[in-house]
């Protein structure tokens, strides 16, 4: 079982700064706490053991929340002095890590995964990098994600209206030695320098989920995190 993780929540938040101007997105209330608060649970809940922020704006925010409340794991923080990219502000993470593999989520959002399901998985499939992926009906912010008949990443479509389709749920695993062989720059996305690029050589797996899942990234959802968590 893997019990470390990396939750990247140093973003700037544009897109939520109408209704939480003056927060990182991962502080936002929802109810009467945080919205990281709900995440930290979560991981708890998963026997993660381990847990290493990656922080930028208002980055003290963060550090103070979860410092004036004791959690039953570790919790370390890397703060960039400048944006790094979701890329690399994973691998200035990977300094704190103890473990070859580790979870990496967003620090805006939580898909309720069974942790331990999906690191078992990961481990008999021998992926060197897996993502957790959220079957969705109707939608079009997000855009989808196909896979072969080995549970094998071998697309990432263009956000368009799809009646149903699978979506990157933002968890994934990934392994130090293989990342470091990608000899990757300082400053990159993950998204697009990683994901993409593995996708075609065909080095990504994709776990099935369909738990409860939200991103605060914009105010709708932000909204509707109110009604079901809080």
């Known amino acids: 079982m893997i019990t470390e993780c990396i939750v990247l929540a140093g973003g700037l938040g544009t897109r939520l700064r109408s209704v939480v101007a003056d927060k990182p997105k991962c502080m936002a209330p929802v109810g009467e ?10 991981l708890l809940k998963e026997g993660m053991t381990h ?10 925010q963060v550090i ?13 923080f ?8 979701t890329g690399g502000a994973i691998m200035n993470a990977l300094e704190e890590l103890e473990e070859d593999e580790f979870f990496i ?3 805006d959002t939580l898909f309720n995964v069974d942790l331990f399901d999906y690191s078992n998985w990961h481990q008999e499939k021998g992926s060197k990098l897996s993502l957790a992926l959220k079957p969705m009906q109707q939608f079009d912010r997000y855009g989808s994600v196909q896979l072969d008949e080995n549970n094998r990443i071998t697309a ?11 979506i990157n749920g933002g968890i994934y695993i990934a392994n130090r030695e293989y990342l470091e062989s ?8 993950f998204e697009k320098d990683v994901l993409e690029t593995q996708v075609k050589a065909g ?9 409860y899942f939200i991103d605060i990234g914009v105010p709708a959802d932000y909204e509707r995190a109110q009604q079901e968590l809080a």
Not at 33 to 42: E, K, S, T
Not at 156 to 166: A, N, T
């Open 64 to 76: 103070a929340y979860i410092e004036s409340n004791e959690w039953a794991m570790k919790v370390d």
């Open 203 to 211: 080095n990504v797996y994709g776990f099935e989920s369909d738990s």
């Open 105 to 107: 989520m967003n620090g």
């Open 78 to 85: 890397v703060i960039e002095a400048e944006p790094l990219g």
């Open 51 to 60: 847990v290493v922020f990656s922080l930028g704006h208002l980055s003290e």
């Open 182 to 189: 990608l000899h990757l720059p300082e400053k990159f996305s």
């Open 33 to 42: 706490v945080p919205f990281i608060d709900y995440l930290l649970r979560y």
């Open 156 to 166: 990432f479509l263009e956000k368009q209206y799809c009646d149903e389709g699978l």
